[in-house]
């Protein structure tokens, strides 16, 4: 099946900055859009970016123009770069792979293990 594995993880300062990366492996041709979820302690977990195949992206308003995603389809990896982090950033970062077909989910779904993030002063 398909295999995310997140990296890049750690505890930041307010207005640091972080990167994270998502290593897809397996059968990597099952899924053909990633995106990334973030859990923070006692609220349910939110989605925070997404980018498809093409490599059209969308954001979550608490996070537009600050973090950005994108991916290198050659080496299977997903990035989120997280600039002018604030402490409500401060979550489980999730790596999620899926496949879209005219718009609408397909198939099975994969989530990786997540990467703590903490900003805090």
């Known amino acids: 099946q398909v295999q995310l594995v997140e990296s890049g993880g750690g505890l930041v300062q307010p207005g640091g900055i972080l990167r994270l990366s998502c290593a897809a492996s397996?059968?990597?041709?099952?899924?053909?859009?990633m995106a990334w979820y973030r859990q923070a302690p006692g609220k349910q977990r939110e989605w925070v970016a997404g980018?498809?195949?093409?490599?059209?992206?969308s954001y979550a308003d608490s996070v537009k123009g600050r973090f950005t995603i994108s991916r290198d389809n050659a080496k299977n990896t997903v990035t989120l770069q997280m600039n002018s982090l604030k402490p409500e950033d401060t979550a489980v970062y999730y790596c999620?792979?899926?496949?879209?077909?005219?718009?609408?989910?397909?198939?099975?779904?994969?989530w990786g293990q997540g990467t703590q993030v903490t900003v805090s002063s």
């Open positions: 999620y792979g899926y496949r879209v077909v005219s718009g609408l989910r397909v198939g099975s779904d994969y």
């Open positions: 397996g059968s990597t041709f099952s899924i053909n859009a």
């Open positions: 980018i498809t195949n093409g490599g059209s992206t």
